[in-house]
């Protein structure tokens, strides 16, 4: 039993809006219902009838026998409202609201479909839609839908945001001979939404993998925990589209330009172990390879074929997905070299020629799938004229029972001479192809997927006890008296120090001589650079000085700065001149933070100077649920890395002060909401600790 | 006619090893010659029959009425030769080896493939394989192949390395209702390469489109010369396996080791205008949209469809291709929004709704596709319940009709319920997928092509007249006379300079005295650098001295820097100490060539500096028929090139001056072919002209 059991296989279904007429959504609802073999109640109301397709019609929701526990809605729009009103009062627990006009149509329609989720919550009744097609389940079975047919039973969950790619894909499956376990339409997500339904789907004995096509996530943190939960149980598949509606976001910082729109929907499915499917094409490559194969224990892929040419493409395809090619043991290559004929090639791509009969195939498969190094297998068959595709692919399926732990698949490549092997194989449930590519792309979804669940095994998120929330409280609060939304760079020093972020020494000074006397105080050399948070190029407008080593020069500085600037703006606010102490150079990067609506905090790391939006090697990872060995994957994925471990002969850096580092400004953002962007940059790296030179930091 | 004619279209064929065996390939060439239709006469040859298939059968080949034009050899390996002589001495022109057994069984095989190309050359007697399945013409007819079958008639010539694949593709073909032209199966290539047909495919007026499957190219240059002309009249699409044998390149220079293997041939098809598939799909879908649609004006795409959802898909997956969606004229959306239903979207991807009749699509399209601003168009169609697939696909054929200059594409997102609309398409040949994404993809290839077209208009190959070989020829001698490969820094710059590379003046001084003397001729402040092209990390071992500005500083600095390095490597031949002028700093670029195999120097260019391989910023050009557009081109391709024009408030750097030193260069190894490798690096880019500062050559 799930949150959404009752939607699934309610007792008792009303359908508001039944009609007799065919060419009605409110008719083939009622068909839909009683030929998918539901065992429950069926309640078609309609006041003008008095029998539709056999069944008893009502005047109204209320006049049912009993309450029913579900009621799909298909009315007009305008008359929704009421017919929610009256199921609420007479009991119904759940609502599938077919009828369109809401949302999607503008402000009107937006503003009725809060009235029905108002409803909804009034009662405690969950709604799915509106502006849906409904919903399918061929286990409990119920098709309280209005598709065009019901789906074979199978073991794939389809959770959809668009209602014509349910139907797409319901006329597709017939052909494709593929089952599945649900189709959810979500429509306009009123209530219910693509988590919910996640959820829901993951505790389901029936669903074996979960596919999704979203246009975007309703409730940002709430999909990061489910989504998180789901993967760890079986694995979710998403199709997200919408990735080119770019500059939605702002960018006023280095870190928000990098991430663009897509970056936190990326970063959100990586993190919480979701596969990404590519296309439209992968999504159900993908169904149909998870739904049947067991997850490959590795990376490492076996190939057998009948011809060379299509084996050495397959090969390159292997390595261009990331995947390896299997290397055998000794045992495996002498078995192979002491059967095949001498001009195969025994080791991988295994080219058992172009005379070989099933029985070739069938000695080959059974060395290479009991050889450890082989994690998994795509056998391709080319059509040459004594191969004997039938029998190759009752080969493959005695293979499969035999080594039951090893995904396999098959590459058929032809038409006619192929077809009655193909079928064969689609009937035993190993994926077969016409050309070998999707199947390398399906296993490498697949070894991405066993990746992350044994990533799921770390310790938990992140917490450090020497944080002093109590000093930037106090900051924030001058700033926002000041009517900024910038801090001042010593002010965001002091911000980041408070959470243990190692900064340069640095003090805002109103004069010469107090210049000099924190320049003293720190030790030289110093640098000193104008405050001003209207100032982004400061050393353009002669606002910058390094390599002060002296309390004249410092001095002398001070009034330079303060006449240069002037001079430049002479009507911009200036807070004074900020002595910093001269750091020693270091290995060169950013960290940095922008706020994604949808996912919170999205912290990036990277390359850092100037040339940081030049070079663009920076990775994210978001704040939510963050652990230390996600920040070391996400330093893994930069070139930054590489210097960080010292290149070209340099000792390596301090790699876990980078570490903490980065988890520290992750907790810091997600205890200060207010915290809109952090940019720090650069971050000096040294072989030992590291320190911030520049943070800038902007509130709401 | 063309070079090959004669084989595709010959007045006589003889079979030599003709069978009557129906399991022997000798019995199967004999069928398929007759049931292609063959006009001319077939002579099949083997000395143990009267007949076959009701044919005169011929004891030898000396023995037919008259010499075959061309003759077809399925006979043991063992006796190959004999045959190959034989017809070379009657008279025969052409020589296709079906029989395998040569060159890819290793040594043996490898003498005998040696011994039939004499023979042919003796005879000049062209060939075709061995280890083929043979060629076959839709057009003239011919079938001398031993494939189970013909294709249909059609446009598309496809050339395989593979044999296997021909047999598949032939297969898979007739599922696919997809014609062609010519079959050609390469085999081993001992003669007749891929260039050479690619070059008669390009002649041959029935055919539109060349489809290639290889491994490797034969002979680069000619590879070169004939797709550039080929690309020039029809697409070349090639997909080239064996991207992952890596490691096949020494890598002793940066340009090496960034070039890696495959990056020769991915520049040589660029460089000539081919189309490369990513994948056998791909290839296939690319060679049906080439056949069947114009090659699109530009890059604007219109989505028409009755569904958001997978609209938004395709809208993703035109900019993930590079490709823009069309932006409507006013009229356009005007003349969309007088007759489409309000809630329809009008602008691109437009939205025709669930309800849309096929009179909406043809409405939509007919606007859609007059519009100036639309270069092609795919119509998607989910099955919604009032959906009129057939009709729909009328109206697309209507419209292909009207607009037949604006290639058209179909996505019929479904099963059975679109079936006859897409074979209604199929035949009307309007490329018809059941996704979006291989639509678009095709799409983006013709695109490429388009544009590729558009290049090939530019001005001829570089040539610079003020080039001095006689001083390289000299330095080269005294470099070879001293048992060396690689040359000193003074050595490479005296070479570069000889070509017009402007370089840092540099001079090799063997007493500090001497290197005084340079200094003060060449003015401070100066660089000092150990001389021995054994050293490669001359900093490591105190051989540098930087920014000396007097002529004692550089005495001083001669000596310190000899007694650093004989510390460090007592037992390395020093040359001295090269002195060169310290030039300001300007942007860091690397400029290189490494010499491939097959396609002789590659010319790279990027970001240089130290972190060259971390950041491999680099794009490559073949030195063949390179032009200063392709090199502009090649600038374009790098982040360098957003340095070079001014980043960040940055005076723009004198491009054109770089432009010309990666011509030079060019020009400079395509002249002297014993130099293997150049590493430039840094050369520093100025707001006027630039400067080489370190320069190594190697030479062979």
């Known amino acids: 039993m799930t949150a959404l059991s009752s939607f699934f296989n309610p007792r008792s279904t009303a359908i508001v ?87 999607e149509t503008g402000k009107e329609g937006l503003e009725m479909e809060r009235a029905l989720l108002e409803i909804c919550r009034k009662y405690k009744m969950r709604l799915l839609g509106p502006n849906c097609v409904g919903l399918m389940d061929t286990h409990s079975p119920i098709n309280a839908s209005f598709a065009a047919g019901f789906p074979l039973k199978g073991e794939i969950a389809f959770i959809s ?53 979203i246009e975007d996530v309703e409730n940002g943190s709430h999909f990061l925990d489910v989504a998180r939960r789901a993967s760890q149980k079986k694995p979710v598949i998403i199709l997200k589209s919408g990735v080119s509606q770019a500059g939605a976001q702002a960018a006023s910082s280095h870190t928000g330009a990098l991430a663009g729109s897509d970056v936190a929907y990326e970063t959100a499915f990586r993190q919480s172990g979701v596969i990404r499917a590519g296309s439209m094409p992968e999504l159900f490559d993908l169904a149909v390879a998870f739904a049947s194969q067991p997850i490959p224990g590795g990376e490492h892929v076996a190939i057998i074929t009948n011809s060379g040419g299509p084996g050495i493409v397959a090969t390159d395809n292997i390595e261009q997905k990331g995947l390896k090619m299997a290397r055998f043991t000794r045992e495996t290559i002498e078995a192979l070299r002491s059967r095949l004929p001498s001009e195969s090639n025994i080791y991988n791509p295994v080219d058992v020629l172009g005379d070989a009969k099933a029985d070739r195939y069938f000695y080959s498969m059974d060395k290479i799938l009991a050889d450890p190094g082989v994690d998994c297998a795509v056998v391709m068959v080319c059509p040459a004229a004594v191969t004997e595709p039938l029998e190759t692919a009752g080969a493959m399926i005695e293979m499969k029972k035999k080594y039951p ?173 900020e002595v910093q102490k001269m750091m020693p150079k270091g290995v060169e990067l950013i960290i940095g933070m922008t ?8 912290i990036a790391f990277g390359l850092g100077g100037i040339y940081v939006n030049l070079l663009k090697d920076v990775s994210f990872r978001l704040a939510h649920g963050l652990t230390n060995g996600e920040i070391e994957s996400m330093l893994m994925e930069t070139k930054a890395y590489t210097l960080l471990r010292g290149y070209r002969g340099e000792k390596p ?43 800038k930091i902007t509130i709401s």
């Not at 003008?48 to 049912?64: A, D, H, N, Q």
């Not at 008359?79 to 949302?103: D, P, S």
């Open 17 to 103: 809006g039944a009609s007799r007429a065919p060419e009605k959504i409110g008719n083939v609802i009622v068909k839909n219902m009683i030929s998918s073999g539901y065992t429950g109640k069926i309640y078609p109301v309609n006041p003008k009838e008095e029998e539709i397709e056999g069944l008893k019609c009502y005047p109204s929701v209320e006049r049912t026998p009993e309450p029913a526990e579900l009621a799909v809605l298909s009315v007009p729009a305008s008359r929704t409202i009421e017919m929610a009103e009256m199921c609420g009062r007479c009991g119904v627990h759940n609502l599938i609201v077919i009828t369109a006009g809401f949302k």
């Open 161 to 213: 945001q668009s209602g014509a790619m349910v139907l797409s894909i319901l006329d597709w499956s017939f052909q494709a001979g593929l089952g599945f376990s649900k189709f959810v339409s979500l429509g306009n997500k009123a209530d219910l939404t693509e988590s919910h339904f996640i959820e829901d789907a993951a505790e389901d004995p029936y669903t074996k993998v979960i596919l999704c096509y």
């Open 405 to 577: 732990e090893k995904p396999l698949f098959a590459a058929l490549m032809g038409g006619a001479q192929l077809t009655e092997g193909a079928e064969l194989l689609s009937k035993a449930h190993i994926p077969c192809f016409t050309f070998p590519e999707p199947a390398i792309t399906s296993i490498s979804g697949m070894v991405k997927y066993g990746r992350r669940s044994e990533m799921s095994s770390q310790p938990g998120p992140l917490k450090y006890n020497d944080v002093d929330p109590k000093t930037i409280k106090a900051t924030f609060y001058d700033v926002k008296k000041d009517n900024r939304l910038v801090l001042l760079g010593s002010e965001a020093v002091e911000v980041a120090s408070a959470y243990g972020i190692p900064s340069a020494p640095t003090a805002l000074t109103v004069s010469p001589e107090e210049a000099a006397k924190q320049a003293e105080q720190m030790g030289y050399p110093v640098v000193l650079k104008i405050a001003s948070p209207k100032i982004m190029h400061k050393t353009d407008v002669g606002g910058v000085k390094i390599g002060l080593s002296s309390s004249e020069e410092v001095r002398q500085g001070f009034i330079e700065i303060m006449d240069n600037v002037h001079r430049y703006l002479p009507r911009v606010v200036l807070h004074g001149v």
């Open 595 to 602: 706020r994604d609506v949808q996912f919170g905090p999205l």
């Open 653 to 695: 850096a301090d790699i876990s002060s980078i570490i903490e580092m980065i988890g520290r400004v992750a907790v810091l953002v997600t205890d200060f909401p207010e915290i809109t962007e952090i940019d720090i940059n650069p971050v000096f790296a040294y072989t030992q600790g590291a320190s911030a030179l520049d943070v």
